[in-house]
């Protein structure tokens, strides 16, 4: 989501890059979720680095995903079962480590057929295309053994079984009747995922508070000297030198390097778009469950609740346009028709349509004829920085649920270069608010309850907080003095945690709390009388004058507009 800088902010934004120090032994460009990884695992060995990003942290295609930390059951038809068993194992890390952010989520696989798929799945497992427009219930049995198989590390969640037609209309009444069964396996979904990123860095910086972590600053050059950032937010300008950089910028990595004076076409990238929904027969016909299916013209889909709305995706399309990339009409227009392949009687109409979020993938360049076949795997590419001996690692590729393990890699290949010995494991390294996080019902009533004990926060609200902070929610209600002030607009929120979250979460633009730090416009309650009345917040802690407050509130409008936010 491309904002513009803000020239009213000048005077007051610079002392923010002036104030940085001279070097760093590793710079990392790009504040995406494997920029904010390897930030934390590098200050957990106590590497001091720089984490710069043009605009918000997990602003990009980060904040566009499908919100799922998952195995990638549909890997397994190309043969890469390295990807789903290292992504296996991580997601059921990150539902020990993210309990707060990270849940289980059952899964419905819908069955057309019996045998359906059998030819074209060995055609593409043996690398060959081959149209997937049918999976029959053979292959799905087969895929989720396998899937179960790869699983088994860290297993923290059911096994798969397999449902006849009866029994799975018995369940989910509303699928389409002309189905042959179903099979029903576990995923994770990650409730908040910008918050999960910001986490990192704030776990990262109070490993190593000698690290530096800023938003809405570019690489604006390098050379013998270093790297040349400049805050977009004002005039500031430094140049700061690194023994090791890291382009981290997802889609962006080839701009990134062109900027650093190296040509390169590491980048594929592909749009893909989701809708959020506000259908009441769609989320109660779902019962808290996805269904993942593949339509029509073989691509994989999925449907499943998202923050009281539903979450529909998604598309994969050529993009050469990175800033410019926005869910078109007829993208939507294709995921309420998949929608209906598996829900025939259920009616998504325009109105319904609560925020479209769109994203260019990080793949690799591939033959962009067939984006589905590209792989999702992760990769290292390594450059110098003309006239130096300055090497770039671009992170190619990789997804949320891999990135602690693709930051390890990272992290470990940087340490070897720098004869540094790894301090800390991340693999049981809990994230944020994941600390501590009560792990079953009766801990979170004793942890709800002592929490309003000891603050002015009311049980109901000390239960939100957990669910929004995880154990994190502590440090919030301690700093309160007196009951919170609910927002007029937004009852959800309070005068007192936006104060909080501008303090507390490198806020720097409306636009971060509105879209990110917060759930309000995710959940699809951002109205103008919401923007405004977070706005007057904001900029009384920030020390916005009019002009500035005036083009915050613009700007995040537009960002809205973009978005396919209505505002009321």
Not at 49 to 66: P, Q, R, T, V
Request: aromatic share 6%; hydrophobic share 40%; net charge neutral.
């Amino acid at each position: 989501m491309p904002e513009s800088s803000n020239p009213a902010s000048a005077e007051r934004m610079d002392s923010r890059v002036l104030s940085l120090a001279d070097h760093y032994p590793v710079v990392i460009i790009g504040g995406g979720i494997n920029g904010c990884g390897l930030f934390r695992d590098l200050c957990e060995q106590g590497v001091d680095c720089l984490l710069i990003d043009k605009g918000d942290f997990c602003s990009g295609a980060s904040a566009a995903s499908s919100r799922l930390i998952h195995g990638g059951i549909k890997y397994l038809e190309t043969g890469e079962f390295r990807l789903v068993r290292q992504s296996a194992e991580e997601r059921n890390l990150l539902l020990r480590n993210a309990p707060h952010y990270v849940q289980p989520l059952e899964t419905v696989l819908p069955v057309c057929s019996h045998f359906g798929g059998i030819l074209a799945s060995v055609r593409r497992f043996l690398g060959l295309k081959a149209p997937m427009a049918d999976r029959g219930s053979i292959i799905i049995g087969l895929g989720l053994h396998l899937y179960d198989f790869f699983g088994r590390q860290f297993q923290s969640l059911p096994r798969h079984r397999m449902l006849s037609r009866r029994k799975a209309l018995t369940l989910l009444p509303q699928l389409d009747p002309r189905i042959r069964g179903a099979g029903v396996y576990y995923e994770a979904r990650i409730a908040h995922a910008e918050r999960l990123a910001v986490e990192l860095l704030i776990d990262g910086l109070k490993a190593n508070p000698d690290s530096r972590v800023l938003s809405y600053v570019h690489a604006a050059g390098a050379g013998a000297e270093g790297i040349t950032v400049t805050d977009r937010m004002g005039s500031g300008r430094k140049t700061v030198s690194a023994a090791h950089i890291v382009n981290a910028g997802g889609a962006w990595i080839d701009q990134i390097n062109r900027s650093l004076g190296l040509s390169t076409t590491h980048m594929g990238g592909t749009k893909g778009s989701h809708l959020i929904v506000r259908q009441d027969e769609l989320y109660t016909a779902l019962a808290g469950r996805m269904i993942y299916f593949g339509s029509a013209d073989g691509r994989v889909n999925l449907i499943y609740p998202f923050m009281g709305n539903v979450l529909i995706g998604s598309t994969d399309i050529p993009e050469s346009d990175i800033d410019g990339a926005s869910c078109s009409a007829g993208e939507r227009d294709y995921m309420i028709g998949a929608m209906r392949e598996i829900f025939p009687s259920i009616v998504i109409h325009t109105d319904q349509i609560r925020m479209t979020c769109c994203g260019v993938r990080p793949l690799p360049a591939g033959d962009l004829t067939d984006p589905g076949a590209i792989s999702r795997d992760h990769s290292i590419a390594v450059d110098t920085i003309p006239g130096t001996d300055t090497e770039v690692l671009s992170l190619i590729g990789g997804k949320w649920t891999t990135f602690r393990g693709f930051a390890e890699e990272v992290a470990d290949r940087l340490l070897s270069k720098m004869a540094k010995p790894r301090l800390r494991g991340t693999q049981d390294l809990a994230i944020g608010g994941g600390a501590g996080f009560p792990r079953d019902d009766q801990a979170r009533v004793r942890f709800v309850t002592c929490l309003a004990a000891k603050t002015p926060l009311s049980e109901v609200r000390a239960a939100v907080l957990l669910s929004r902070y995880g154990t994190r929610a502590e440090m919030f209600g301690s700093s309160l003095r007196s009951d919170e002030h609910l927002l007029i607009s937004c009852p959800s929120y309070s005068v007192e945690e936006i104060r909080w979250i501008c303090c507390h979460e490198h806020v720097v633009r409306l636009t971060d709390i509105v879209f990110r730090r917060t759930s309000i416009a995710l959940s699809g309650d951002l109205t103008d009388a919401v923007i405004t009345e977070v706005a007057q917040i904001v900029g009384n802690e920030k020390g916005w004058d009019a002009a500035v407050m005036g083009e915050e509130i613009a700007s995040t409008r537009r960002a809205a507009l973009q978005q396919g936010i209505r505002l009321g």
